[in-house]
């Protein structure tokens, strides 16, 4: 875990039962704690690197599922998306989302 959001959740949040650190910044805004500058850069990060991990997730089970012989239909029920074109129409717009935020492509993002 980054190290500003261990000490921020160390002081802020002591009694926090271990979760996956975007679930836990959501849980701390809700209970009122505000996040200082370099918290909000941390979450920041955070945020872009899981939406990364995400877009490069979902196509490759897409790709599974296509390889297993699931239906667009299927997929599209297993994704919540509301329908086989939509799902198709994903995989598409997926590519195109992780070009654009490759790390190459926006580097302030990815800045520590």
């Known amino acids: 875990m980054n190290p500003i959001l261990e000490r921020w959740f160390t002081e802020h949040l002591p ?3 271990p979760t996956e650190v975007l679930t836990a910044l959501l849980m701390a805004a ?3 704690h505000a996040a200082p500058d370099d918290v909000l850069d941390a979450w920041g990060r955070e945020v872009v690197t899981s939406r990364r991990i995400v877009d490069q997730s979902e196509p490759e089970f897409i790709n599974q599922a296509r390889r297993r012989g699931w239906s667009w239909e299927r997929i599209a029920e297993r994704l919540g998306l ?3 074109e939509a799902a198709e129409q994903r ?3 997926l590519e195109a989302e992780l070009d654009r935020t490759h790390p190459q492509n926006l580097p302030g993002a990815w800045r520590a």
């Open 15 to 17: 009694d926090l039962p």
């Open 30 to 32: 809700q209970l009122g």
């Open 82 to 84: 509301p329908s086989a």
């Open 91 to 93: 995989q598409a717009t």
